[in-house]
């Protein structure tokens, strides 16, 4: 007697396996999309995907117990569940960027009232088509098979989110592209099953509803994107980009220029002079003659724009892990304005690479190190931050060098400034901190690390716009309200430094 598990599957069976493999593509995909926007939105990455994937699997958990209770039609049943998992999980992107933008105070409880949603539907899903599937299939292969293409579905949505499809078309795009497809999936199965369903006009107007919907929403994408960008950043975009790594925006208002990475302000052009010139200076010409500088970070060229300033310089090592950062500044010519050329100059080498990476695998010594890395305000950024990195730093200065890294505000977060230098001064090296008032940030601090002691310098780049010789000691000068505090060192295992930053620039938000 032949086993009716070796029996030939039926192309019914085919298709409905295929659609499992696209129906984990999307609900992984809509997962992404909102662990990318909390993290974007909120900060602290893994505390956002850590709790934006729990919510979702205990979601999927709650939709997969419901399951129980459809019993009769089926296809009918996952035909409609589809339909609510391309509207719901196709617009989240687009829905909460425009609530971030219109409705803040809103945003969080969207984005766990929608992950809350889709991950219920999404554990919907899978249950459906196994008993639909069940008709005709044993129930070893059926599980195989099920789980088999499932898996598949989420491998190759996961490859794809980071690498080709948010560099490419964004979240917004992405995420609509994903509820298209899980419509389609629903016009196949009205297909597959027109003979069995009931009111088959009112299935049918559905699906060209909500697919027509997703499609028209793809068409307008970026006009989507820009009106909840332009609410955001209050300035006119001029420029944007996607990139593995981040958001680039650039904005064009009242204060010039405005670059944001990932809704963070990095500099605006009014006031950006104040902040490189801080950034790079005390530190470059109390060296002397420097011949080989490093620049961790900064890819958008302005503290390169103030190194070549020093005519001793030979060699500048740019280290930006971003490329789209340093292409976007080396090509657009109002951005090439803003930096003097400086990525294009013949002194420069341009890495691509992760900085912590870099300071391990090489050798090479450097007069003077600028770290330019934006604020601590996730684990990846933080281990920048940590005293294992600062230890590196230290192997890659030479011996009379010195390294400046931009902290963060002492005024604002003091507590975090201070972690950064005890963190320095944990690894052996001579800590200098200082501070430089820049309108756009507030009160900005630095710290200078060697192993000798720094001593103001006697002269200055000439056409320096907010330094002078006469002037710099006043910045190595902390009032009472942002004096030295105890802190502890920053390290890999405990990350310290952002838990502090969060909760002090949290403060200030709320």
């Given amino acids: 007697m032949k086993d009716s598990g070796a029996s030939t599957p039926r192309p019914i069976d085919i ?15 809509y997962e992404l999309a909102a662990g990318a926007l909390a993290s974007y939105l909120l900060g602290d990455s893994v505390l956002q995907f850590s709790t934006i994937i729990g919510t979702y699997l205990f ?9 129980r209770y459809f019993e009769r039609q089926l296809p009918a049943h996952f035909l409609r569940i589809e339909l609510l998992v391309a509207l719901v999980g196709g617009s989240l992107p687009a829905v909460l960027f425009i609530a971030n933008a219109y409705v803040p105070g809103a945003f969080r409880v969207l984005l766990y009232g929608m992950v809350l949603l889709v991950g219920t539907l999404v554990g919907l899903e899978i249950p459906l088509v196994m008993r639909i599937l069940k008709r005709n299939v044993a129930l070893k292969d059926l599980v195989s098979q099920v789980l088999t293409f499932d898996y598949l579905g989420a491998l190759a949505v996961s490859l794809a989110f980071p690498l080709l499809l948010v560099p490419h078309l964004g979240l917004v795009r992405t995420g609509l592209l994903f509820g298209a497809m899980n419509a389609a999936v629903a016009v196949w199965a009205l297909w597959l099953f027109r003979h069995e369903l009931r009111h088959l006009r009112a299935h049918v107007l559905a699906c060209a509803a909500v697919l027509g919907a997703l499609l028209a929403g793809l068409w307008g994408a970026e006009h989507i994107t820009r009106l909840a960008e332009d609410r955001f950043y209050q300035d006119r ?61 900064g890819g958008d060229g302005m503290a390169v724009r103030e190194i070549l300033k020093y005519p001793s310089v030979e060699s500048v090592t740019l ?7 340093t292409r976007l500044f080396g090509e657009n010519p109002t951005l090439r304005r803003l930096n003097g050329d400086a990525l294009a100059s013949p002194k420069l080498r341009v890495v691509n690479t992760d900085a912590f990476q870099w300071l391990q695998d090489g050798k090479e010594t450097y007069d003077v190190i600028v770290v330019d890395f934006p604020d601590p305000t ?6 920048l931050y940590t005293n294992s990195f600062y230890a590196l730093l ?14 963060t505000s002492p005024l604002v977060a003091r507590q975090s400034f201070w972690t950064v230098v005890q963190t320095i001064e ?15 940030f507030g009160e900005w601090g630095f710290v200078i690390a060697s192993r000798r002691p720094w001593h103001a310098p006697d002269a200055l780049p000439p056409g320096l716009r907010f330094l002078d010789a006469a002037s710099l000691p006043l910045l190595f000068d902390f009032p009472r309200d942002m004096a030295r505090v105890d802190a502890e060192v920053n390290r890999l295992s405990n990350q310290v430094l952002v838990h502090t930053y969060e909760r002090e620039w949290g403060a200030v938000a709320h």
């Avoid at 979601?59 to 399951?67: E, I, K, N, T």
Wanted: hydrophobic share 50%.
């Fill in 15 to 29: 298709a409905l396996l295929a659609s499992v493999f696209v129906v984990a593509a999307c609900g992984l995909l």
């Fill in 59 to 67: 979601a999927m958990g709650v939709g997969s117990w419901l399951s």
């Fill in 237 to 297: 975009i001029v420029m944007s980009a996607n990139s593995p790594y981040q958001r680039i925006v650039v904005t064009q208002g009242r204060a010039g220029h405005r670059l944001f990475l990932n809704g963070n302000l990095q500099f605006a052009e009014r006031d950006e002079y104040r902040y490189h010139e801080a950034l790079v200076h005390p530190a470059m010409a109390a060296h002397g003659a420097p011949r080989k500088v490093a620049v961790l970070g």
């Fill in 319 to 325: 280290v930006e892990l971003d490329p789209a950062m």
């Fill in 378 to 383: 996730n684990f990846a950024i933080g281990k």
């Fill in 394 to 407: 230290d192997q890659r200065l030479a011996a009379s060098g010195y390294a400046v890294v931009q902290t």
């Fill in 426 to 440: 944990s690894v052996g090296l001579a800590a200098t901190p200082y501070h430089a008032h820049v309108p756009s």
